[in-house]
């Protein structure tokens, strides 16, 4: 192969199915006889067209006047928590993604 990096529509397709079936990297690479960067691109490209739909999501549920938190949550009886000591209200999936993720060491 030589030349630019040009991704056909059809690669691009095969490859955005395989991700959405949970492909490896690795997988897709071999699987469709693609060059790791054009993986790379399509995921790439891929991840902010989730992002974008991410920030429409929360915009919307804004719109329609729901509680969402900062990560667009809703903010409904079952995934708020309520701390009795001052009241505040946080989300219960934030809060577990927080204590899942790994402590870093020292001070930043
Ligand atoms: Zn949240």
Request: proline letters at 0%; aromatic letters at 0%; zero cysteines.
């Given at each position: 192969m030589s030349g630019g990096r040009r991704v056909s529509n059809?690669?691009?397709?095969?490859?955005?199915?395989?991700?959405?079936?949970?492909?490896s990297h690795e997988q897709i690479c071999t699987d469709l006889d693609v060059d790791a960067t054009t993986v790379n691109d399509v995921i790439a490209a891929m991840d902010k067209v989730a992002a974008i739909k991410d920030v429409f999501t929360i915009k919307q549920r804004i719109g329609q006047g729901q509680d969402v938190c900062r990560n667009g949550h809703p903010l409904d009886p079952e995934n708020t928590y309520v701390k009795p000591s001052n009241g505040k209200r946080e989300c219960r999936i934030c809060k577990t993604a927080r204590n899942k993720r790994p402590r870093q060491h020292g001070a930043a």
């Open positions: 059809s690669i691009k397709e095969r490859i955005e199915q395989a991700v959405a079936r949970g492909h």
